[in-house]
């Protein structure tokens, strides 16, 4: 029987109880499996609704056509959960009727009601539309209850006949494909978050590898969880011990009272594949492992004992975990800081900058819900980690550091989820060539470069910071702050005319304006102010202001609707220091709490940042360097954007034309095996399946053709002048080759320049493109390149012969949304260009957004899309028009990010069992 060409191997996926199953292709040898499923692991009950009968031959019967010779149409998946086959679905084509279906399922009655069936027709459903199957048929018995639930609940339109008794039920593949992609979303939503219950909610926990020597890795560990008063069962596990820390010790798991949910591995990397089995067999339902320096065969044995027992792992090179909810109040890493109960969920690969977070987190006073030191992933990931913060009920901000993404589309959906619902920050690792390099051989995974990253952070409306500092300096912000208006004007408000102003110049750098006061407001303020205040912007409060005047001020000025946020900025003075005048009081002796945020900055204070507490307990942020403050304010400031912004639609082109576009490809394909750059016939008919506005283009080959083409296309051209281009395969860059030729006028000219690339190229051009000479406008690039790891990147910025000089380009993950369209337009430094000044009018940023919208419909629709060119797009008032295009294709399966499955590391990859 033929392979299922989207699962080359097996993939496992989580049922909604969080048990890991493997879903794969059924085989000739899984005959005995399938017979046992529909025969002895099924009810009689079962059968009737499976066969519409109790025949004894059934089970025979359906085994013979599942797993019995060649049938290249039948498409037949099975589910198997620690070797055993708990369900099965298949498809075959209608005779008469490819694009139709009959669809048939089968669950053993122990694993019903597990999802096990949702599971495999999702996966069923992305088989058979890479097969061109656009519907299911199946017919099932009216009463048969669960099978009708499972339809409804499938998030793709059903369809019903009934008939004496039996249903008809018809469900097409290609309809409502957001309802579909957002339950499929809600499905593995709810299977993670069941999945990690034994990792962050554990009612026991054994330590393997609890050592009796003082200072050692598992001693540490099992002393922090029983000092932080762990509420579950806690076990040592020490072959070699009886007792550890004046606690008994077991030999082995099998020895414990009862299985552990959680175990925490601190043993040798030799021991961790038979440890982790060993966990496995006993019932231990998650791993987090300390153990570093794990070679890909004991990699892989972790990761096929993790999955095989429905295990979650953290880890391994994990600096632990810690959930601090008073139900658990589990701390169960080896850092040095002890970080506090509270509601900042912390995730980060790296064990040293979790100590450094975890240690700064705790001196600032913002306290964490739960930690998990990620290490080197092979399973728990931020993704994993920001579906369980989101309903947890107690995290209200989210800090990751992570170095390497598993699925980033998948990432950038969630996010863009729960970012509507908390703040979530980041620290932006790995920027510089040498910080990837780092970061790929500390991660064992391929890392981030910084354009794909920050196109992430923007579509998912995630904070990205630069350093740790940063970040802890913006989330004592967010943490204690309301957020600041979308426009992000701020008054600055000083006791001392020079601190004001590097104040001022502070928020500017960072992107904030500082608007002058309404005459009604500056008014006021100079009424209750000492004499010689400013009252414009920066306000100068002078120094002999009092704590009362000071308070005032910032009140009035939180008031007045023309501003988003107040920064304070205050130096001591010998006037009334330490007493009732001052200045320091007037922060602490108003609510924290107001319409915009407030902030402080101290330049006499040694903590970067900190908080001060006001008069209804609530925090007000303090900061040393108003830099710091300014930076904090204008993440803040992009927040509130992002939220003030609505979740679009999917953007749709004017013009797609699917099929055609995946022959041209196929074909291509077909030809060129390995891949490759497309001519420029081929070149124009891919980019015409979109609309997208190549201009006219002859082929030639030979002079008197290049003459024929001239003379036709020199009529349409700008001042009635065509363009000759040298082309011949694996042809990169046109201009750099010197085989352009652009404002050619007559029949002279154009011969010449023929005849000079014949020249020049002699044998090795395989043709010239003849086209009319564009008129002038803005040269923009936009194009596609396909990341490893993130998949298609849709591009834009400007373009012409100095794109790579000027480096003014912006990217989102495709697909596009119509936010997207806009916003990548607005934030290229060039948009004033785009958008039009006084006495210049904007380019058509209709036709602009079409061709976008174009290339991330292009860029979904074919896998196979390596890169896309359009440089120059030549922008102006009246349209937009491509001069020269180029596009690569390469050899590639379907890859669909949102189909639930487990990320298996490639340190961890192992053969098809």
């Known amino acids: 029987m033929s392979t299922v060409q989207y699962l080359p191997h097996a993939v496992e996926a989580l049922l909604a109880d969080g048990t890991t199953a493997t879903i794969r292709p059924l085989r000739p040898g899984d005959h005995a499996a399938v017979l046992d499923l529909h025969g002895e692991r099924m009810s009689e009950g079962s059968r009737r609704l499976r066969f519409f009968g109790a025949s004894r031959r059934a089970p025979q019967l359906a085994a013979d056509r ?16 620690d ?186 990397a030799a021991v961790v594949p038979g440890a982790a089995e060993e966990c496995g067999v006993a019932g231990v339902r998650a791993l987090v492992v300390l153990t570093a320096g794990l070679d890909a065969d004991q990699a892989r044995q972790l990761m096929h004992a993790c999955r095989r027992h429905s295990m979650r792992l953290v880890g391994p090179n994990s600096l632990g975990i810690a959930q601090l909810d008073p139900a658990v109040r589990l701390d169960a890493e080896f850092g040095g800081a002890a970080a506090r109960p509270g509601t900042a969920g912390v995730a980060v690969q790296s064990g040293g900058v979790g100590i450094a977070l975890l240690g700064q987190l705790a001196r600032l006073g913002i306290g964490v819900s739960s930690f998990v030191s990620l290490g080197d992933k092979y399973d728990v990931s931020g993704n994993d980690l920001l579906q369980w913060w989101e309903g947890d009920g107690r995290t209200d901000l989210a800090l990751l550091h992570l170095e390497s993404f598993g699925n980033p589309r998948a990432f950038s959906r969630t996010a863009r989820r729960v970012t509507r619902r908390l703040p979530v920050l980041t620290v932006d690792a790995g920027r510089s060539a040498a910080g990837r390099r780092g970061a790929a051989s500390h991660t064992a995974a391929a890392a981030t470069p910084t354009v794909t990253r920050e196109a992430l952070f923007r579509q998912a409306g995630i904070t990205a910071t630069r350093s740790i500092a940063e970040l802890v300096e913006t989330a004592a912000l967010l943490h204690a702050q309301p957020l600041p208006g979308t426009r992000g004007a701020v008054a600055v408000v000083s006791n001392a005319g020079g601190i004001g102003i590097l104040a001022a110049d502070a928020c500017a750098d960072a992107g904030l304006s500082l608007p002058e006061l309404p005459a009604a407001t500056a008014a006021e303020l100079r009424e209750l102010l000492p004499d010689g205040a400013g009252v414009s912007n920066p306000v ?81 942020p303090a900061y040393a360097d108003p830099a710091s403050a300014a930076r904090a304010l204008a993440h803040a400031r992009d927040r509130a954007r992002w939220l003030a912004e609505p979740p679009t639609a999917a953007a749709v082109p004017d013009t797609a034309d699917t099929a055609v576009a995946r022959h041209l490809a196929a074909a291509f394909l077909t030809d060129y095996p390995r891949g490759g750059w497309l001519d420029p016939k081929q070149t124009a008919d891919l980019l015409d399946c979109y609309d997208l506005p190549l201009t006219t283009s002859i082929w030639t080959r030979g002079e008197h053709d290049v003459l024929l083409a001239a003379r036709t296309l020199g009529q349409l051209g700008h001042e009635g002048k065509s363009v000759l281009k040298a082309y011949w395969p694996d042809q990169l860059h046109k201009s750099a080759a010197d085989a352009v030729r652009t404002g050619l006028g007559g029949t002279d000219e154009v011969r010449a320049a023929y005849r000079e690339f014949e020249a020049r190229f002699g044998e090795s051009m395989a043709g010239v493109v003849v086209q009319p000479m564009a008129a002038p406008g803005l040269e923009l690039l936009a194009g596609v390149v396909q990341d490893q790891v993130f998949g298609p990147l849709v591009m834009l910025g400007l373009g012409g012969t100095a794109t790579d000089l000027l480096d003014d380009r912006t990217a989102r993950l495709a697909p596009l949304t119509e936010r997207d369209l806009t916003t990548m337009v607005t934030e290229l430094r060039s948009a004033p260009l785009l958008l039009g000044r006084p006495g210049t009018p904007p380019v058509d940023l209709t036709a602009l957004r079409r061709v976008l919208a174009g290339l991330s419909r292009l860029a979904t629709d074919l896998p196979q899309l390596a890169e896309v060119d359009l440089n120059p797009l030549i922008a102006r008032p009246g349209g937009l ?32 069992p």
Not at 68 to 73: F, I, K, L, N, V
Not at 190 to 216: E, F, K, N, T
Not at 569 to 587: C, M
Not at 894 to 911: S, V
């Open 881 to 912: 028009l491509c001069v020269d295009a180029r596009v690569r294709l390469e050899p590639r399966p379907a890859f669909d990010p949102y189909l639930r499955r487990l990320r298996r590391p490639a340190a961890a990859q192992e053969r098809e």
């Open 83 to 268: 070797g055993e086959l708990v369900g099965e679905a298949d498809c075959e084509p209608v005779e008469g009727h490819p694009e139709t279906a009959e669809l048939a399922l089968a669950v053993a009655d122990a694993w019903q009601h597990r999802g096990a069936g949702t599971l495999l027709i999702e996966h069923l459903v992305h088989a058979a539309r890479e097969r061109g199957i656009a519907t299911f048929e199946a017919d099932t018995l009216a009463d048969n209850r669960a099978v009708h639930r499972l339809f409804t609940d499938l998030g793709l339109p059903v369809h019903r006949r009934f008939e004496q008794g039996e249903v008809r039920v018809l469900v097409p593949l290609n309809e409502e494909a957001e309802h579909y992609q957002e339950a499929v979303e809600q499905r593995g939503r709810a299977a993670d978050v069941a999945s990690l219950a034994a990792l962050l909610r554990p009612r026991s926990v054994a330590v393997v590898g609890a050592s009796r020597r003082p200072g050692s890795v598992g001693q540490a560990v099992l002393l922090k969880i029983r000092g932080n008063g762990f509420t579950g069962d806690l076990w040592a596990v020490n072959p070699y011990a009886e007792r550890i820390a004046d606690a008994p010790a077991y030999p082995s798991l099998a020895a414990l009272p009862a299985a552990p949910d959680l175990a925490v591995l601190a043993v040798p």
């Open 540 to 620: 100068d409060t002078t120094a002999s202001v009092a704590a009362a005047e000071l308070a005032r001020c910032i009140r009035v000025l939180t008031k007045c609707r023309s501003i988003d946020a107040v920064l304070v900025s205050i130096v001591p003075t010998a006037l009334g220091a330490g007493g009732e005048q001052d200045p320091h009081r007037a922060l602490r002796s108003e609510p924290a709490r107001r319409r915009v945020p407030v902030l402080a900055v101290l330049p006499d204070q040694e903590a970067p940042v900190r908080y001060l507490t006001c008069t209804d307990g609530d925090r007000l």
């Open 66 to 81: 599942l797993c019995g010779g060649h049938q290249p149409e039948l498409l037949a998946l099975g589910a198997w959960v």
